[in-house]
T-cell receptor, first 113, second 113 residues
Framework: NAGVTQTPKFQVLKTGQSMTLQCAQDMNHNSMYWYRQDPGMGLRLIYYSASEGTTDKGEVPNGYNVSRLNKREFSLRLESAAPSQTSVYFC????????????FGNGTRLTVT | AQSVTQPDIHITVSEGASLELRCNYSYGATPYLFWYVQSPGQGLQLLLKYFSGDTLVQGIKGFEAEFKRSQSSFNLRKPSVHWSDAAEYFCAVAGDSNYQLIWGAGTKLIIKP
């Protein structure tokens, strides 16, 4: 009964380093999302994948890339981390479009120094 | 512009007291409305959703919300709060043809013993 699994849970990077956040869901959902959460700003969509093989930019895509590896997995890559990318990152999935409820992972807390 | 406003950043209520969290939205089309809850260190969990029909919707954990189209509101209520309800609550709106939810900034609920 895993739902949405994110790894790692915590990460500290130096400015300029790269890393990939991993996300997998076992609910056979079509759509997957990457959000960042910053205090007082709610959730902001970075990228989403409506279905396997497609990805689209969200509200704050700059500095990030994504890969929808297969139906289960959706990764987020920071090529050259910046302090402004310090945040909590959440992966989510849904059966279909925006009116389908989202299922969230437990988040990755990223600090860039 | 499409937006969701949660006017209260923090709300403090005594255990056993009633609760109402406010949510106002601005959305051009027929809205799909959601309330999510986030416990500390966790991802978000769906409390309830409104798509159509009865404007009073019931959710998990004893929560309910009422859709008022004339007031563009979707307020969350609970008759008697428990200490375990301490969390952050997010209101969100979506359309039926897109993948990008619009999120409020959240309301942090503090429970006084």
């Amino acid at each position: 009964n895993a739902g949405v699994t994110q790894t790692p849970k915590f990460q500290v990077l130096k400015t300029g380093q790269s890393m990939t956040l991993q996300c997998a869901q076992d609910m056979n959902h079509n759509s997957m999302y990457w959000y960042r959460q910053d205090p007082g700003m709610g959730l902001r969509l970075i990228y989403y994948s409506a279905s396997e093989g497609t990805t689209d930019k969200g509200e704050v895509p700059n500095g990030y890339n994504v890969s929808r590896l297969n139906k289960r997995e959706f990764s987020l890559r920071l090529e050259s981390a910046a302090p402004s990318q310090t945040s909590v990152y959440f992966c989510a999935s849904s059966a279909d479009r925006g009116n389908s409820p989202l299922h969230f992972g437990n988040g990755t807390r990223l600090t860039v120094t | 512009a499409q937006s969701v406003t949660q006017p209260d950043i923090h709300i403090t209520v005594s255990e056993g007291a009633s609760l109402e969290l406010r949510c106002n939205y601005s959305y051009g089309a027929t809205p799909y409305l959601f309330w999510y809850v986030q416990s500390p260190g966790q991802g978000l969990q769906l409390l309830l959703k409104y798509f159509s029909g009865d404007t009073l919707v019931q959710g998990i954990k004893g929560f309910e919300a009422e859709f008022k189209r004339s007031q563009s509101s979707f307020n969350l209520r609970k008759p008697s709060v428990h200490w375990s309800d301490a969390a952050e609550y997010f209101c969100a709106v979506a359309g039926d043809s897109n993948y990008q939810l619009i999120w409020g900034a959240g309301t942090k609920l503090i429970i006084k013993p």
